[in-house]
C-alpha cells in the first residue's frame, strides 16, 4: 500500500531555508510513470501547487515560486525533498507531497492519487 | 484567491443530494479534466473524482463528478454525516503550467 510521510522542522525563522522532506513507502521515486508533487494550503485558504519531479524530465515549479524552490530526490531512500529560501510569515502553512499518476483510458490526464497528511510549517522569530 | 471558483460552503440533510460546483476558464477546466479530493483536517486528502467522471476503487457510487465547458460539479446523493468534509476541485493550468485548485466547499450534513 502506497503511503507517503512529509517531515521537517515545524518553526523556521524568517529569511531562512525551510526543509522537508516526504518519504515514499509502497512505491518507487524512479517510477517513471509518476510525478512526485509538493502543495502547501495557508490556514483558511485553498491548496497551492509548488512543484513536481519525474524522474526523466526536469521539475517544473509554480513560477510565484520559482526562484525560490528546489525539488530534489534521494532514490536510495526514496525520498524527495522541498527546500525553499527566504521564507517570510506568507510561507507558514501545511506542507503536503503527493503521487500524479496517469490516467490508465487517458494517460495525458493526470491525477493526484495519494497524499500524505502534511505538516505544519511556521515562520516566525 | 484561488484559480477555480467554489462556493465557501454548502449543507444538507442525511439522505439529501448536494451538488457542489467548480468553475474555471478555457486554461483550466475548459481544456483538461477535472478531479475532486475530500480533506478532513488532520488527514491526507483523499482522491473522490477522476478525470471528470472516475471513480477510484472504495470510493461509494453516490459520489459523482460531470464537467461542461469550464464548470464541473460534484454530486453526493444520500447524504450521510460522514460526508461532512472539505471538498477541492483541482484541475491542469496552461497558462500557468501547473494545478491549480478550487477554494474549497465545507459541507456540513445538519
Known amino acids: 500500500q502506497l503511503q507517503l510521510q512529509e517531515s521537517g522542522p515545524g518553526l523556521v525563522k524568517p529569511s531562512q531555508t525551510l526543509s522537508l522532506t516526504c518519504s515514499v513507502s509502497?512505491?518507487?521515486?524512479?517510477?517513471?510513470?509518476?510525478?512526485w508533487t509538493w502543495f502547501r494550503q495557508p490556514a483558511g485558504k485553498g491548496l497551492e501547487w509548488i512543484g513536481r519531479f519525474f524522474i526523466s524530465e526536469s521539475t517544473t515549479y509554480n513560477p510565484s515560486l520559482k526562484s525560490r524552490v528546489t525539488i530534489s530526490i534521494d532514490t536510495s531512500r526514496n525520498q524527495f525533498s522541498l527546500r525553499l529560501s527566504s521564507v517570510t510569515a506568507a510561507d507558514t502553512a501545511i506542507y503536503f507531497c503527493a503521487r500524479e499518476g496517469p490516467d490508465g483510458r487517458y494517460p495525458w490526464q493526470y491525477y493526484m492519487d495519494v497524499w500524505g497528511k502534511g505538516t505544519t510549517v511556521t515562520v516566525s522569530s | 484567491q484561488s484559480v477555480l471558483a467554489q462556493s465557501p460552503s454548502a449543507s444538507g440533510t442525511p439522505g439529501q443530494r448536494v451538488t457542489i460546483s467548480c468553475s474555471g476558464d478555457r486554461s483550466n477546466i475548459g481544456t483538461h479534466a477535472v478531479n475532486w479530493y475530500q480533506h478532513l483536517p488532520g488527514t491526507a486528502p483523499k482522491l473522490l473524482i477522476y478525470s471528470n467522471t472516475q471513480r477510484p476503487s472504495g470510493v461509494p457510487e453516490r459520489f459523482s463528478g460531470s464537467k461542461s465547458g469550464t464548470s464541473a460539479s460534484l454530486a453526493i446523493s444520500g447524504l450521510q454525516s460522514e460526508d461532512e468534509a472539505d471538498y477541492y476541485c483541482?484541475?491542469?493550468?496552461?497558462?500557468?503550467?501547473?494545478?491549480?485548485f478550487g477554494g474549497g466547499t465545507k459541507l456540513t450534513v445538519l
Open positions: 483541482a484541475t491542469w493550468d496552461a497558462s500557468l503550467n501547473g494545478w491549480v
Open positions: 509502497g512505491a518507487s521515486i524512479t517510477d517513471g510513470r509518476y510525478f
